[in-house]
């Protein structure tokens, strides 16, 4: 019986250096994936560069699974992914790793076990390598420099697929222990803050007092202050109407 | 008279090893983005060690521009994102890196020049830095190991931001000099197999023949072939009609 995994693994073809498999591992881990399977590592496996690049990723993942050929390591897995930075010469549909992040996400729904392959670090996946894979996977990047070293591939591909999974607001304003302001108590700031303005000769023009009133309404309002920040204005009126008295006084 | 830019400047407060400036500028051109100011960069600039990890991209950047404070660097920009891993005690929006890439092209297009901040590697921005800013960008990662390093946070920041500069197909498929077949030169392929099948004996069970030719011919449709591969399939259908004769003959 196979194992259900609930997200993408992650497979190195024929990496050479240490080092980029442990970014491999950072990139994976910050971005919730913790599959990693390599084929053929040229510089052997386990590796000290690797454990020290992974910043602390490749101690709390499962174990790397080491595979002698590609065949291998795909055996298990329903649909293959390739990532690749150039045009190659075959019929197969090539998505943005955008879309192929949303399409893993369909993939994993229905019940398939999904991998990502990567290339060798210069030279990337070769042909042979490429048409195991039903569909490829190329990042949009500047047309003049698009060349990513390995562990920003990776980075970007499961970046994409955990925006599927670390949802997060948009847009969000944290107010802390405080709330925004209820319509009552910005208004009687506002409404203090007219009348001493009138009271203190700001409307010259009569004609004019509700255009700027206006304006000044919703300079304040687009801030959308707290019910904090309310008294902070209050307090802000109260002081410069004190100073204003000592000048005079 | 201020110079129209068209893309987001990049400021990295603070910055301490050079290699981690050159990673900060090939995300950067990777990405399109080729305005790199640095506030008091601790080993000075210019940075042999940034030139080799820029892999080519600080060469064919506009100079890279130094300042000694964070309030010069920004003085000519008037929209500030600030990027933070972490939340702050400020009442500021957080955007998304994905929502904050939009809103900066809104920005753009209404004329503003905008900067994104970039903290120290090891600290980030202090919150007196945090404060120059008017939104801040977080990037929704793995909660329980979301560290990245400097040229990480810059590569997805401009990542989502080149998103809507390098417009590529959500999927396509490549079909090089070949052209999907006509529904003619298909219908005929099929036609010429099911005879084929037909006379052969494959449809054992009369009953069940138009049900089977009916997933036999969406197989071959699901795959769309183009016009050389129904020529190719033909060459197989005959390659097989032919060894067949051989074997029995």
């Not at 001493?196 to 304006?215: C, H, P, W």
Request: glycine letters at 6%.
């Amino acid at each position: 019986m196979t194992q259900q995994i609930t997200q993408p693994i992650i497979i190195l073809v024929n990496p050479q250096m240490g080092e980029n498999i442990g970014a491999t591992a950072r990139a994976m881990l910050n971005c919730g994936l913790t599959n990693l399977r390599l084929v053929n590592p040229r510089d052997g496996w386990p590796s000290e560069r690797a454990d020290a690049m992974s910043a602390g990723a490749l101690e709390v993942m499962p174990p790397v699974q080491v595979f002698a050929s590609l065949e291998d390591a795909i055996a298990d897995c329903h649909t293959i992914y390739a990532t690749t930075a150039r045009a190659r010469d075959l019929v197969k549909p090539v998505m943005t790793a955008r879309s192929a992040g949303v399409a893993m996400h369909q993939d994993i729904t229905e019940g398939q076990k999904i991998a990502i392959l990567f290339g060798a670090e210069r030279s990337g996946l070769t042909n042979d390598e490429v048409m195991m894979a039903h569909k490829l996977i190329t990042i949009p990047l500047n047309p003049d420099f698009s060349s990513l070293n390995l562990g920003q591939s990776v980075l970007l591909v499961s970046y994409e697929w955990s925006q599927g999974t670390f949802n997060a607001p948009e847009i969000a304003v944290p107010l802390g222990k405080s709330n925004p302001a209820p319509a009552e108590l910005f208004n009687g700031f506002f409404d203090r803050l007219d009348n001493e303005l009138q009271t203190g000769g700001f409307y010259r023009v009569a004609e004019m007092k509700d255009i700027i009133s206006r304006n000044i309404r919703s300079l304040f309002s687009r801030a959308h202050p707290t019910d904090q920040e309310i008294n902070t204005l209050h307090g802000i009126i109260t002081t410069l109407l004190n100073s204003h008295d000592r000048k005079d006084g």
